[in-house]
């Protein structure tokens, strides 16, 4: 009964010859190299490939009067966070612009390079989404109290706030000021894990009906393999907009 339990959850049936959807088996984190006390795994080398590929993108994209498709791409991320950096951040925009594009490009490639089949997503996992968001947290803290002083404890007490409801209000300030990178990385994680979990279950049906008979889910496939697309580069920017809003938060706390 256990080993036909386990067979089951990894997406085997032997007994018919069938195969069974189990959505959450790439979500697996296994090793490819392992040395020891260091070890390379699934999450870790997909890290790596979103890193080389943004790499590369701007590093390779030549520069020329009359651009090639990947200097449009480049030139159009580039100037997509750098004016959108300006719109939040205004005259600090270039001092947190590099963090700012190198966070998007990071979680954009990581979010797109996990659409391709037998990948792996890193940020379907919360534990890379948190410590993202953490590094924004702590960061977005430590400025603020380094441009403010203590000044920066300001940012929970609301102006125009009646005496009689500040101690609530600075409770729920505190409470959501905390919270953020929870809500940062489980809005990255969740849009993640959601998207490729449907991916897999139309996948699914596809094979077993196979495609004249599952021709409806394939339709649905590559109609929601499509709006997984638009939900990874949504998700990115999102990420970064959040953090450029807290960064802004951190430097412009009203005395």
Request: hydrophobic share 55%; aromatic share 10%.
């Amino acid at each position: 009964m256990a080993t036909s339990t386990t067979e089951a959850v990894a997406g085997a049936a032997p007994e018919h010859g069938e195969k069974i959807i189990d959505p959450i088996h790439q979500f697996q984190i296994h090793n490819i190299i392992d040395l020891g006390p260091f070890s390379l795994t699934n999450s870790g080398l997909w890290a790596i490939i979103a890193v080389a590929c943004v790499t590369l993108l701007f590093l390779l994209a030549p520069r020329h009067l009359i651009p090639s498709r990947l200097q449009s791409v480049a030139e159009s991320i580039y100037e997509f966070i750098e004016n959108m950096t300006k719109e939040v951040l205004h005259e600090n925009a270039r001092t947190y612009f590099p963090f700012v594009l190198t966070l998007f490009t990071f979680i954009l490639f990581c979010n797109v390079l996990g659409l391709i089949p037998y990948s792996f997503t890193v940020t379907s996992h919360i534990i890379i989404t948190l410590a993202l968001a953490l590094v924004v947290f702590i960061g977005a803290t430590i400025i603020g109290f380094i441009r403010n002083g203590f000044g920066y404890l300001k940012l929970f007490v609301p102006s125009g706030v009646p005496v009689i409801l500040l101690p609530l209000v600075v409770v729920i300030e505190i409470v959501s000021y905390f919270i953020r990178p929870m809500s940062l990385s489980i809005r990255l994680f969740a849009n993640m894990m959601a998207g490729h979990m449907m991916l897999k279950v139309m996948a699914g049906f596809v094979v077993m009906l196979g495609v004249a008979a599952g021709w409806l889910p394939l339709v649905a496939m590559v109609g929601l393999y499509g709006l997984e697309l638009l939900v990874a580069a949504l998700q990115a920017y999102v990420f970064a907009l959040l953090t450029c809003m807290y960064l802004s938060d951190a430097m412009h706390v009203d005395h």
